[in-house]
């Protein structure tokens, strides 16, 4: 089977995406230096703690029930200290579970384009991390995907299990080195949450100025499951293109997406989140805030319902901070059955000048009134996450917020 899916990616390494800017390899180092393994994340350097800690990774430990971190091709730190769950590098994990290989490219396409080919072909570990059955992590399990070498391509595989009646939170960071300018991620993410199983998962991109990004994003939901994802991307980043897509299989199922995006100048950002309601009575919904301060933003959205009684909503606003740049919000709502209800919104504009003198008039200066209106327009409330983490996420909102400035 391992053979048929390098056969399949060798077919498709020259197949553009459907979506973003055409990405050229070759102007990028494939061979990184290698890293040791690490015991305690507080031994690294100062400035990589800082690094760490911008992405959402708590270098302590502290309030976390497990961690993963791969430094360019480098697996250096996992750890787990809740019986029932399991962190580890992907490659560990496919040498312990043989059956691991039917889980390996089943929610994404292994010839969906270049970038998974090349994902497939290279293989430089990722993380696999799983909530066995019945198994409720009391606290966040963490993830960072840590590019330090100048110019490196980092192609990473990682797979979540969420097993029946299980409930798993995950923080996952992706960053870049203090010093470091370009460099390519490629991530492939697959998702599967068993009946009635919960998954919340938050991924905060904080990537450097003239960084590709090609995350590649497939989850499947069964009876009753719950998938949550939230998704912060607020530095500068040259090229990100993703479009996740969740299938919500069973009855009953559940789906929400929640993104915060910030483009600035010179960032292509191609954005989008997908989900197709298979199962009776499955709900999806989409919530997506973009501000764009010179860049440029592609905001997509789209529902599939395919049996009667699914509902889905989708939203999508925007906010222009600087006359140079762009928001093009493309949702898209797709009924195959009678008996379906899906709604959107969609809003794109600026700061309304009489906002703002409202704010003035109760003593803020104008560039404070400025702030407290995007810090509204961004704090999205996210149903269903333990209070820790939704702690986490306004951390990692403020934390990337503090970086900008």
């Given amino acids: 089977m391992q053979e048929e899916k390098r056969l399949k990616a060798q077919k498709a390494l020259e197949k553009s995406a459907a979506y973003g800017e055409e990405i050229d390899f070759r102007q990028y180092r494939d061979e990184g230096e290698p890293h040791p393994v690490l015991t305690r994340l507080e031994n690294l350097p100062p400035s990589e703690q800082r690094d760490l800690l911008r992405a959402g990774v708590d270098v302590t430990e502290k309030g976390r029930t497990g961690t993963y971190i791969q430094k360019d091709h480098s697996v250096i730190h996992t750890s787990v200290c809740q019986e029932g769950l399991e962190v580890l590098s992907i490659t560990a994990a496919l040498e312990r579970y043989p059956w691991l290989e039917d889980y390996y490219w089943r929610a994404v396409a292994v010839d969906a384009d270049k970038y998974t080919a090349r994902a497939e072909l290279h293989r430089e570990h ?15 399990v963490q993830a960072c995907l840590y590019i330090t070498q100048e110019g490196l391509i980092q192609d990473v595989h990682n797979i979540i299990i969420a097993e029946e009646g299980s409930e ?17 991620h490629i991530g492939i993410s697959e998702f599967y949450i068993k009946k009635n199983a919960k998954l919340s998962f938050t991924m905060v991109h904080s990537w450097a100025e003239n960084v590709a990004v090609r995350p590649r994003t497939g989850t499947i939901v069964e009876e009753g499951g719950i998938f949550l994802s939230n998704y912060i991307c607020m530095r500068p980043v040259r090229s990100l293109q993703m479009y996740p897509t969740a299938c919500l299989a069973g009855e009953g199922s559940l789906a929400r997406y929640h993104s915060i995006l910030v483009g600035h100048p010179g960032s292509h950002l191609d954005v989008g989140s997908r989900v197709i309601l298979r199962g009776r009575g499955s709900r999806a919904e989409i919530i997506a805030r973009s501000i764009t301060r010179g860049g440029e933003i592609v905001n997509r959205g789209h529902l599939v319902g395919e049996v009667p009684d699914v509902k889905g ?68 409330k996210i149903m269903g996450l333990p209070p820790e983490l939704e702690e986490e996420i306004q951390r990692a909102i403020e934390a990337s917020e503090q970086s900008e400035l």
Avoid: Q, W
Wanted: glycine share 12%.
């Fill in 126 to 140: 990722g993380y696999f991390i799983r909530a066995l059955p019945g198994v409720k992590a009391i606290y966040p």
């Fill in 168 to 184: 798993l939170h995950v923080i996952t960071g992706c960053t870049t080195g203090h010093g470091v300018v370009s460099g390519m």
């Fill in 313 to 380: 909503h989708l939203e999508c606003r925007g906010l222009m901070l600087a006359p140079e740049g762009v928001i093009y919000a493309v949702p898209e709502l797709e009924a195959r059955v009678d008996g379906v209800e899906l709604s959107h919104e969609a809003a794109v504009g600026k700061i309304a000048e009489e906002e703002i003198e409202y704010l003035m008039a109760r003593g803020l200066t104008e560039e404070e009134a400025t702030a407290t209106i995007v810090r509204g327009f961004l704090n999205v």
